[in-house]
């Protein structure tokens, strides 16, 4: 089975400043990542996906991702915030193989304090 | 390229009546999932399509929840009886292989 973790629940971060949002996942096989983000009252958006290759990985509005196999982690990070990016991340896995049963996280809400 | 559609948008409704979801998938995008959102958490599966047969159901409550895929597009999903921890919203998404999900905007379902 595999499961994904995501140990903060809320960061508060001023504007302008840098961003981390942790993802740990927990998989026997090779796995696809991905992180989706949640606007109020919307549907989860794509913001990037890993499925093989280099391991820095870039999506859109300025997110990048860097997976991490020995840590089997996926953080997400962003140099700048804008207060445009409050939102509740959610960090997703999925085997590479087989029907691709997507399991997601708890979720982190960003709040980008101006 | 149209995205997912879903409807209805708000459903409220009474304890132990039904409802029905409805969702039409991205074209060509053979997989389409269902998922349940319980407010301040995440996304939780109820059941995975693969074109018009089910892969996965593992965490579809069958005593109360159905769900069907016609001809390998639209899909429904339905309640019946809904009871009051059934309020929730409830995703619908597709996929192609590898490319991750593209979700609907969600059915915010609540039962009193």
């Known amino acids: 089975a595999q499961s994904v973790t995501q140990l903060d629940s809320q960061v508060p971060v001023f504007e302008e400043a840098p961003v981390e949002l942790r993802c740990n996942y927990s998989?026997?096989?090779?796995?696809?990542l991905f992180w989706y983000v949640q606007y109020p009252n919307q549907g989860l958006q794509l913001l990037l996906k890993y499925l093989s290759g280099s391991t820095l990985v870039k999506g859109i509005n300025g997110f990048e991702a860097e997976f991490n196999k020995s840590q089997t982690s996926f953080h997400l990070r962003k140099p700048s915030v804008h207060i445009s990016d409050t939102a509740e991340y959610f960090c997703?896995?999925?085997?590479?193989?087989?029907?691709?049963?997507?399991?997601f996280g708890t979720g982190t809400k960003l709040q980008v304090i101006p | 390229e149209a995205g997912v559609a879903q409807s209805p948008r708000y459903k409220i409704i009474e304890k132990r009546q039904s409802v029905a979801f409805w969702c039409n998938p991205i074209?060509?995008?053979?997989?389409l999932y269902w998922y349940q959102q319980i407010l301040g958490q995440g996304p939780k599966l109820l059941i995975q399509?693969?074109?018009?047969?089910?892969?996965?159901d593992s965490q579809l409550p069958k005593d109360r929840f159905s769900a069907e895929r016609l001809k390998g597009v639209d899909s429904t999903l339905k309640i019946q009886p809904a009871k009051l921890e059934d309020s929730a919203v409830y995703l619908c998404?597709?996929?192609?292989?590898?490319?991750?999900?593209?979700f609907g905007s969600g059915t915010q379902l609540s039962v009193l």
């Open positions: 997703a896995v999925s085997h590479s193989g087989g029907y691709q049963k997507v399991t």
């Open positions: 074209s060509g995008h053979a997989t």
């Open positions: 399509f693969q074109n018009n047969g089910v892969v996965d």
């Open positions: 998989s026997s096989v090779s796995v696809y």
């Open positions: 998404a597709s996929s192609s292989r590898g490319g991750g999900l593209f």
